[in-house]
């Protein structure tokens, strides 16, 4: 058992609390700059740090936020005013939390198909975060759906990969998110996301248990059974809550305290709908939490209205913290449309 293992338990614990969630600001800087681009801001490291100062700096954000997920870059970065960002986390009751892989990269042998890279040095990189404060970490696998894809090959290095970096931030004192994402890209439907979803949640478990994971000191962040984005049928969103919990059901082990789900490209009302009907009709069918760890669907409202301009920031954080209070509603399976015509002030 891990010396850190009753610390590691509360953490998840409360991590998935009843009506919050995690924010997932993880964004590496290539992705950050993306979405930046997008929308005229410069790429440069100051308006990284700006923005991530805007999230973690909104007012009453931690009402609906147990932790955030934060980047190698923005785990080193401080407010305006000279206050890390850990020391702002801590005073406003969030859990710090760190990504730790060092991304997709290109599976050999295996076209369009990726697995995800950063064992190496992992232990010690762990130790420094957890010094720094950090509690919980991040590793996110990918799974394309395809013609002949995912391979078997694919589905086992990923699952391999995501159960060790779990026992090596069980044995640091981190609580692992293991973060298998099945992509929405593709034609695909619910059914074949059904199949896929199923298979490599199987393969994670198995490994996990190879590996001697800790399942109640870890947090299970899967994407939703759901369409592919190009398919001409899109299932409605009563099968997309029905069929993802029934996938959970079969896979996941009881005492893994929670369940958090990526957004993985539905829009922010879709990722509020769904989640809101798993825990309004299955909750009580299920042993763990279900809530969220939203990136796009928490982050993209405040993003369009911030655009980098600091004289938007106090705008951008109504839309941000508006998310995250829809977000904690359907966590409790009290999300209702009506809420996206009430914004509160900050
Ligand atoms: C799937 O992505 C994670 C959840 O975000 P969404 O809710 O937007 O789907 C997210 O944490 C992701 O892992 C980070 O944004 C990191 O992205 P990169 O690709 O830059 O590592």
Known sequence: MSNYAVEMKQTAQAMVASGKGILAMDESNGTCNK?????????????????????????????????????????????QAGVSFIKVMQDAGMIPGIKVDTGAKDLAGHPHEKVTEGLDGLRDRIAEYYKMGARFAKWRAVITIGEDIPSRACIEANAHALARYAALCQEGGLVPIVEPEVLIDGNHTIERCYEVTDETLHAVFAQLYRQGVAYNQMILKPSMVISGLACPIQAPAEQVAEMTIQCLLKNVRVNVPGVAFLSGGQSHQQASEHLNIMNAKYRSHCPWQITFSYARAIQQPALETWRGNDANVAQAQQQLLHRAKCNSAASLGQYRAQMEQQLAPV
């Open 35 to 79: 979405r930046f681009e997008k929308l005229g801001i410069p790429a440069t490291e100051e308006r990284r740090r700006a923005y991530r100062e805007l999230i973690l700096t909104t007012p009453g954000l931690s009402e609906f936020i147990s932790g955030a997920i934060l980047y190698d870059e923005t785990i080193r970065q401080s407010t």
